[in-house]
């Protein structure tokens, strides 16, 4: 995992549960995305973001969409990731 933040201004976080498990528990759409993921997300955080996103009652794609969107501007906060735009995923 540390190879996705090795170069990053971003903050390291440790997780208490098993990784994997809480993993495995994701439906199968979160587990591709966070497969392809740019950043290390834990699957508390992965299923937050769906879990509001389908309340306002977007379609999984519409919820992936969010996820790919949130994870724009967290690297577009980093100071040293110059190569990402926001824009590209609309």
Do not use: C, I, Y
């Amino acid at each position: 995992m540390n190879r996705n933040l090795g170069q990053s201004s971003l903050r390291r976080k440790r997780r208490a549960a098993d990784p994997m498990a809480a993993f495995d528990g994701l439906p199968q759409p979160l587990r591709r995305w966070v497969a392809q993921a740019a950043l290390p997300w834990s699957p508390a955080s992965v299923r937050r973001v769906w879990s509001k996103s389908r309340a306002r009652g977007l379609s999984e794609d519409e919820a992936l969409l969010s996820l790919t969107k949130a994870e724009a501007r967290t690297l577009a906060s980093d100071r040293h990731s110059t190569d990402f735009k926001l824009n590209s995923m609309t």
